[in-house]
Every structure is written in structure tokens, then in C-alpha cells.
């Protein structure tokens, strides 16, 4: 019965894209893309545990694996979307890129704090794995790092700039950016323990491979479905009077982007699994701003002014409160996921405000 309603929403689907009916369009792709992205995740899942099981990867290294997949398509939108606004000259477009990126990151965190709230339970806390303590938390330094140094150079170009110049991240730091994460995978992967002591035959890897790819494809139809119906909506000005419209922009496509690592890290806590989520979630901070941001800032131009250099800057100030967060006990408690959410609520409804 549920494929059958499946296939009856896709069906509807494609006839309101034929049909260009936009309201139908914009309907369609938040109930099939929805769809698409929360139930095929429990596939995914399966898939990267019998891998993971298979050939001695932690669950933990899986969960950074799988959000390094999940962002392609993010990567590919941001990257059209910003080499179209820099062929036709449209500043605005780019802006919506950028913070569309960088916004993503703010609902990841926000979503890390339900995670934890979520995975606490009955004991409380939950214990960070090894694996973030010994390599995630030394990229989560340089991330912040790093934007902290390019919200700094922004800001001291326009003071001490003379006349009307725009200015851009340097491609020298975008590509710097993209060699640190390269980096951490390269040394992320040494020498990680196995989580369970499995034997090969035990696993079928034909099933766990299908699994994975039947999860990815549900994941990345969903996330082209659902950003496809909130650019129908910008289009149509539909958050004309609800504040700055590059702002709202910006946050609506990031919480769409963002969509599927919600699915992945909220169905593996709700399922007990720790580490995997965490390690969705955590990977999933440096890789947008160091690995996507800084690759598209290699070949396109990304600008610096007053929108992108507030969301560098409290990007970096979140990142930073997070890791302060884990590095006082080795732990995360139910108190430090609500402090989680609530600052990145606030740094939200100060840009949606429009207090810049």
C-alpha cells in the first residue's frame, strides 16, 4: 500500500511538472520529497553497517563517510547557483549561495543538540567516541580557525580599503581549505579499531552494497525534489514581507540542504546508534566549510560583505561553543544539547530579524 501511494505522489508529480502548475510542484516535492529522504535512510544505514562490519571500518568513520556523500548534491547546487550569479553579475544570487552553505551548518548544529537530547536518554549524557577526541576535534580548530581569518581579512579590507572594491575569499585559502580536509581523511583512516569482531561470510556485502545505494538514491532524489519546490517558492517572492528576502533565502535553502543529514542522524539515534550520527553530524561541520565552500571557492568567487562575513562569524562562534562543549568532560549531556539548540536559535532569529 505504501509503494502504491509512492508511485501515485510521483505520478502527481511529474503531471505538475508538465502541466507547470506551481502550486501543485510546490506540494508535491515537500510530500514526495520528504518522503524520499526519511524512509529509504533505514536502507542506508543497513548498507554502511555491513560494510562497515565487513571490512573493520568504526561506525563512527561510517557516519563521516556517509555525510561526505550526502553533501554532493549540495556541492553541485551551490556551485551552479554561484557560477550563475557570477556569469550574469547578480551579487544577490551569490549572496544566497553563501549563506545558503553556511546556514546549512547552523541546522546541523541545531540538529546535533536534538540528537544528543534524543540519544541522552535515561543515563543523561552520551560519551563522544575516540575518533572525534583524536582527529574530528583538530579539524573542528581549523575550521574555526579559518573562518575567523576570513571574516578578519574582510572586515580589514572594507576599513582600510580606499573607494568602492569588492572583495573575495583568496583562491590560495580556498585551496589550503580543501588540502586540510583532505588531510584529516588521509590520517582519519589510520589505524581505526573495528567496532565488532565479524567475519567476512557473516555479512553479505552484494546486500549490504544495494542497501547503500538504495538509500543514496532515495537520499539524493528527495534533497533534488525538495530544494526544486523552495526555489519554486522563491521565484514566486514567497517570503516577500517575512524580512530580508537574501536572508530568507539563504535559511530556507540551507534547512532543505540540510535535510538529509537530518534523516541519517536522527533515525541511527532513535536507534540507538551513537556514533553514527555523531559522526554525520560532526564530519558534516568541517566538511561544508572547509571541503564545499573552499572547492567552489576555488573556481568561482565567493564575495565578502556584510551577509557572508555575519554568518562566517557566528558560524565560527557555534563551531567553537560546540567544541568547548565536548572538551570539558569527554561528554555530552542533555543541559549541553538544549544550550546547543538555543544558540543557534538565537543566532537565527537575529538574522531572520534582519539585525545586520
Known amino acids: 500500500m505504501e509503494l502504491s501511494i509512492v508511485v ?11 502541466t507547470h502548475n506551481v502550486p501543485l510542484i510546490v506540494c508535491m516535492s515537500f510530500i514526495l520529497g520528504g518522503w524520499l529522504v526519511f524512509r529509504p535512510v533505514e536502507e542506508a544505514i543497513r548498507g554502511i553497517e555491513g560494510i562497515c562490519a565487513a571490512y573493520g571500518i568504526s561506525t563512527y568513520m561510517g557516519g563521516v563517510l556517509i555525510s561526505l556523500a550526502s553533501n554532493t548534491p549540495e556541492a ?7 557560477w550563475r550569479g557570477y556569469v550574469s553579475g547578480n551579487i544577490e544570487f551569490m549572496e544566497v ?3 545558503t ?10 540538529l546535533l543538540g536534538l540528537v544528543i537530547v ?3 536518554g535515561k543515563k543523561n549524557f552520551i560519551e563522544v567516541p575516540p575518533e572525534a577526541l583524536e582527529k574530528e576535534l583538530e579539524l573542528v580548530r581549523f575550521t574555526v580557525a579559518a573562518l575567523m581569518a576570513i571574516f578578519a581579512l574582510g572586515v580589514i579590507d572594507v576599513i582600510f580599503s580606499s573607494g568602492q572594491r569588492t572583495f573575495y575569499i583568496p583562491k590560495e585559502a580556498a585551496v589550503l581549505m580543501v588540502a586540510a580536509y583532505i588531510a584529516y581523511l588521509i590520517f582519519a583512516g589510520r589505524g581505526v579499531p573495528p567496532t565488532e569482531e565479524v567475519a567476512k561470510e557473516e555479512v553479505d ?6 542497501s547503500l545505494i538504495v538509500g543514496f538514491t532515495g537520499l539524493f532524489i528527495g534533497a533534488h525534489i525538495l530544494v526544486h519546490g523552495v526555489e519554486m517558492i522563491l521565484t514566486k517572492e514567497a517570503v516577500a514581507g517575512f524580512g ?10 540551507g534547512l532543505m540542504s540540510a535535510v538529509p543529514e537530518h534523516a541519517v542522524a536522527l533515525v541511527g539515534a532513535m536507534k540507538g546508534q551513537i556514533d553514527f550520527p555523531l559522526g554525520n553530524l560532526l564530519g558534516s561541520l568541517s566538511q561544508v566549510v572547509l571541503l564545499i565552500l573552499g572547492g567552489v571557492a576555488i573556481v568561482v568567487p565567493i564575495i565578502l560583505d556584510k551577509y557572508v562575513l555575519f554568518q562566517i562569524l557566528i558560524t565560527a562562534i557555534c563551531i567553537w561553543f560546540l567544541k568547548r562543549s565536548i572538551l570539558d568532560d569527554e561528554k555530552l549531556d542533555s543541559f549541553e544539547g538544549v544550550m546547543i539548540m ?12 534582519g539585525l545586520i
Request: hydrophobic share 70%; net charge positive.
Open 97 to 99: 549561495a553563501v549563506l
Open 76 to 82: 553541485a547546487i551551490l556551485g551552479f547557483t554561484l
Open 8 to 18: 501515485a505522489l510521483a505520478g502527481l508529480y511529474v503531471h505538475s511538472l508538465l
Open 342 to 353: 538555543l544558540i543557534q536559535v538565537f543566532v537565527f532569529t537575529l538574522l531572520v530579524r
Open 244 to 253: 530580508d528576502p537574501i536572508i530568507m533565502s539563504g535559511l530556507i535553502l
Open 118 to 120: 534524543v540519544a541522552a
Open 205 to 210: 556485502i552484494r546486500k549490504s552494497v544495494i
Open 101 to 110: 552553505v553556511l546556514s546549512t551548518i547552523g541546522f546541523n548544529i541545531l
